[in-house]
């Protein structure tokens, strides 16, 4: 059966700043979701990471299908209505047009989607961060599917073996999606060159060379390219399907336990470490560390099973832990050097109005 599984993630507003969204957003959305998805969509489900609420879904009508993306967004201004009746802070702060055109992506909410077809079995893995930007999941997706150090199907699985293809697109450009396509094993060494920008080079999509079919899909608007001026991070979501011809599932949670150094965090503005935290996790330290969720699903006939929370495991525990110290240290910094952004990825913060004034006050001294 051919199915479009997509994920559509904003932040209509929150509790206490950036932590969490009202119990009242949350009904708000899925009631919408309920009410108007019967004719439109075939399952959905609603979670939140830090203050983001996420709406899960599977249709049929393909990926950017406007009627699908025009409920979503009508999901997010009700919820917004009701975050402003609130007093919530940030209501409708990812919605960052007046009306709908056709397709949220481009319109401040992250968006992946992929059309697929399903096998008998079809697991896959919904990923979504907060406090962060879509180029925090460049080393994990790379990692999972391209080092057999963490994914060692590359070596066991025959399928597996021919690699597969990169869809990187450079998200500075703004006049359209300018992207490269590259392939695993041979093009490892240009991969790596262009993700080792996060904040430029994003893995967009990643395809089985084996059979063609789509493995991994990634949110890669980015929101200052879109409002005309720094807004923040964009809290990405992927979906990711997992074994047979694609890395076991454990393959791609492993890179996580990293707990790798990520932009974002408070006014996303400096770099810390990636966290992976359970379900419906709260935002707390330093509007962070920048988080990550994972929920796992089996999907047949466009009907999802329970969630399983990839994160529950004690081994989790232990790495939160390890991760909180990664966090501290460079937070001991505070705005000196790697712990806070660089000058291009502020441009649009009020370091600029600073910059300008002071730029105006130097001397040139004479011989």
Same mark, same amino acid.
């Given at each position: 059966?051919?199915?479009t599984?997509?994920?559509? *993630?904003?932040?209509?507003?929150?509790?206490?700043?950036?932590? *969490?969204?009202?119990?009242a957003?949350?009904k708000?959305?899925?009631?919408?979701?309920?009410?108007?998805?019967?004719?439109?969509?075939?399952?959905?489900?609603?979670? !939140?990471?830090?203050?983001?609420?996420?709406?899960?879904?599977? !249709?049929?009508?393909?990926?950017?299908d @406007?009627?699908?993306?025009? $409920?979503?967004?009508?999901?997010?201004?009700?919820?917004?209505?009701?975050a402003?009746?609130?007093?919530?802070?940030? @209501?409708?702060?990812?919605?960052?047009?007046?009306a709908?055109?056709?397709?949220?992506?481009?319109?401040?909410?992250?968006?992946?989607?992929?059309?697929?077809e399903?096998?008998?079995?079809?697991?896959?893995?919904?990923?979504? @961060?907060d406090?962060?930007?879509?180029?925090?999941?460049?080393?994990?997706?790379?990692?999972?599917?391209?080092?057999?150090?963490?994914?060692?199907?590359?070596?066991?699985?025959?399928?597996?073996?021919?690699?597969?293809?990169?869809?990187?697109?450079?998200?500075?450009?703004?006049?359209? /999606?300018r992207?490269?396509?590259?392939n695993?094993?041979e093009d490892?060494?240009?991969?790596?060159?262009?993700?080792?920008?996060?904040?430029?080079? +994003?893995?967009?999509?990643?395809?089985?060379?084996?059979?063609?079919?789509?493995?991994? @899909?990634?949110?890669?608007?980015?929101?200052?390219?879109?409002?005309g *001026?720094?807004?923040?991070?964009?809290?990405?979501?992927?979906?990711?399907?997992?074994?047979?011809?694609?890395?076991?599932?454990?393959?791609?949670?492993? #890179?996580?336990?990293? &707990?790798?150094? +990520?932009?974002?965090?408070?006014? &996303?503005?400096?770099?810390?470490?990636?966290?992976p =935290?359970?379900?419906?996790?709260?935002?707390?330290?330093?509007?962070? #560390?920048?988080?990550?969720? =994972?929920?796992?699903? =089996?999907?047949?006939?466009?009907?999802?099973?329970?969630?399983?929370?990839?994160?529950?495991?004690?081994?989790? /525990?232990?790495?939160?832990?390890?991760?909180?110290? *990664?966090?501290?240290?460079?937070?001991?910094q505070?705005?000196?050097?790697?712990?806070?952004? #660089?000058?291009?990825?502020?441009?649009?913060? &009020?370091?600029?109005?600073? $910059?300008?004034?002071?730029?105006?006050?130097?001397?040139?001294?004479?011989?």
């Amino acid at each position: 059966m051919k199915i479009t599984l997509g994920v559509i *993630k904003a932040d209509i507003g929150s509790i206490g700043g950036h932590i *969490k969204p009202s119990a009242a957003v949350m009904k708000a959305v899925r009631d919408y979701i309920e009410s108007h998805g019967k004719k439109k969509i075939i399952d959905f489900f609603i979670s !939140h990471t830090g203050d983001d609420v996420a709406i899960l879904m599977t !249709h049929t009508g393909g990926v950017g299908d @406007a009627e699908i993306h025009k $409920m979503a967004w009508d999901a997010f201004v009700a919820g917004t209505d009701v975050a402003k009746s609130q007093g919530l802070y940030g @209501a409708g702060q990812d919605l960052l047009k007046d009306a709908f055109s056709g397709n949220v992506k481009g319109m401040g909410p992250a968006v992946a989607e992929m059309e697929i077809e399903e096998r008998p079995n079809e697991p896959f893995l919904f990923f979504a @961060a907060d406090k962060t930007e879509p180029g925090a999941y460049n080393l994990p997706l790379f990692l999972g599917f391209a080092d057999p150090m963490y994914c060692p199907g590359l070596m066991l699985s025959p399928s597996m073996a021919e690699g597969f293809k990169f869809v990187i697109m450079d998200v500075d450009y703004t006049e359209g /999606d300018r992207i490269i396509e590259l392939n695993t094993p041979e093009d490892y060494y240009d991969i790596t060159t262009l993700l080792r920008d996060n904040s430029r080079f +994003v893995i967009e999509s990643i395809w089985s060379r084996h059979n063609g079919d789509q493995a991994a @899909a990634v949110s890669t608007s980015r929101l200052r390219n879109i409002a005309g *001026k720094y807004t923040g991070k964009d809290d990405p979501v992927h979906l990711v399907r997992t074994q047979s011809a694609f890395p076991a599932t454990g393959e791609l949670l492993s #890179p996580y336990a990293i &707990g790798h150094y +990520v932009a974002g965090t408070m006014r &996303g503005s400096h770099n810390g470490p990636m966290m992976p =935290c359970k379900q419906n996790t709260n935002i707390s330290f330093f509007d962070g #560390p920048a988080v990550v969720t =994972c929920a796992a699903f =089996c999907v047949h006939n466009g009907k999802f099973t329970e969630p399983a929370d990839a994160f529950d495991h004690p081994f989790w /525990d232990w790495s939160r832990d390890q991760i909180s110290q *990664k966090a501290l240290e460079i937070r001991r910094q505070g705005f000196s050097g790697p712990a806070m952004l #660089p000058y291009d990825d502020l441009e649009y913060g &009020g370091i600029v109005e600073k $910059m300008g004034k002071l730029d105006k006050l130097f001397t040139v001294r004479g011989d």
